[in-house]
């Protein structure tokens, strides 16, 4: 069946985001007396958000993490992301699905206020029609009601819809709802069979082969 709604993960798949996270992370540590952490220390935490990220970044407990969490997002929520952040091919393919009128949703686990300043500060925002963020629901990927909420939006079914993703989370989502994941190796990946998913690639431009055929 045709594809005619996209469903993009935001970190890790259209915008590397952990670029600026880990220059939050390591001042933080920093003003904890901790040592500095390379880029590799931090990317398996970065697709868990909220206070694993800042447990496991961090090294501390998850009861000291709420207050840490809360100063992790106040400093970037004043930080600019930078339009280069935006992956190569990306606003290719943006525009190629919106000038084949495909739907274009996103499914984050970053809160909404953060999503939202990511998608401006990047201008990637004219592109999405609608977005399920942190918070939006009392659930989170990979629970289905996430994914879900997204096709209800857009009246479509799982068949219609292809997941684009860089982790497990978003992977073991689509399988859940019964949608194709099409995988972004070059993002965060934290272990993805890419024996078991439906598409994989490197390049976000190698997406134009999906919506120029029936089914994948």
């Not at 970190?11 to 590799?40: H, P």
């Not at 100063?71 to 339009?83: G, K, L, V």
């Not at 000038?99 to 401006?120: D, F, H, M, S, V």
């Not at 684009?164 to 992977?171: E, K, N």
Request: hydrophobic share 40%.
């Amino acid at each position: 069946m045709a594809k005619h709604l996209a469903i993009f993960d935001l970190d890790g798949t259209l915008i590397d985001s952990a670029q600026d996270v880990v220059l939050i992370l390591n001042r933080l540590r920093k003003g904890m007396g901790k040592g500095q952490k390379s880029y590799d220390f931090f990317v398996p935490w970065l697709s868990l958000g909220g206070k694993q990220l800042i447990a496991n970044c961090l090294e501390v407990s998850i009861s000291e993490a709420p207050a840490l969490l809360d100063e992790f997002r106040f400093q970037y929520a004043s930080q600019e992301t930078s339009r280069a952040l935006v992956y190569d091919g990306a606003v290719e393919i943006l525009e190629h699905l919106k000038l084949l009128g495909i739907n274009i949703g996103i499914c984050t686990n970053k809160p909404r206020n953060l999503a939202e300043k990511l998608l401006k500060d990047t201008d990637l925002i004219r592109y999405v029609s609608y977005m399920c963020a942190g918070g939006d629901l009392d659930t989170s990927k990979p629970n289905p009601n996430n994914l879900e909420v997204c096709l209800k939006y857009f009246s479509m079914s799982p068949k219609q819809a292809i997941l684009i993703g860089d982790s497990t989370i978003d992977f073991e989502l689509a399988k859940v709802c019964r949608v194709d994941f099409a995988f972004f190796s070059g993002g965060y990946d934290d272990g993805v069979d890419v024996s078991q998913v439906c598409y994989c690639f490197d390049s976000h431009t190698e997406l134009k082969k999906i919506f120029q055929q029936d089914s994948i």
